[in-house]
């Protein structure tokens, strides 16, 4: 705002070294002031915008968490014809990447994705877990009669 008849800046009273925004605060003290005191109307207005926008939300959340646009990951759901890449029955709807390193594997059911979660991606346990199935293979009794 212009000053008038060459009048001084106003100093905020928060932080004399930054530039006056309203109520002698500068405007980091202002807006924090503003959130506050209007918390309850500001969660609701994020909260209706959430609601009116859950495409743009999980755009942001699958860029953010795994540096994937949904563009891509359309793309790789269509070249595995939509299916899930381990298993090959189920819907493709969730992105698998390597902990570690951050990078995105492929896109799997809900089902093969947790089942690689709770095997900690660790190959030589469900090296071991095949390995068991097998043992068992249409018998419901051990192959080797060990058990």
């Given at each position: 705002?212009?000053?008038k008849n060459n009048e001084p800046a106003r100093i905020p009273d928060c932080h004399p070294d930054r530039k006056h925004c309203a109520r002698g605060m500068c405007k980091q003290c202002y807006d924090r002031d503003y959130g506050n005191r209007n918390r309850e109307k500001l969660n ?104």
């Open positions: 705002m212009p000053r609701a207005k994020a909260r209706k915008w959430a609601k009116d926008n859950p495409k743009k939300i999980e755009r942001t959340r699958k860029k953010y968490n795994y540096g994937i646009s949904l563009e891509e990951i359309q793309a790789r759901i269509s070249a595995q014809d939509g299916l899930c890449k381990i298993c090959m029955k189920r819907p493709a709807k969730e992105v698998d990447h390597n902990h570690e390193t951050g990078q995105v594997r492929s896109i799997l059911c809900g089902k093969c994705n947790r089942a690689f979660g709770l095997f900690d991606e660790d190959q030589m346990t469900l090296l071991s877990a095949v390995r068991y199935l097998r043992l068992w293979e249409n018998t419901g009794k051990l192959v080797d009669g060990k058990e």
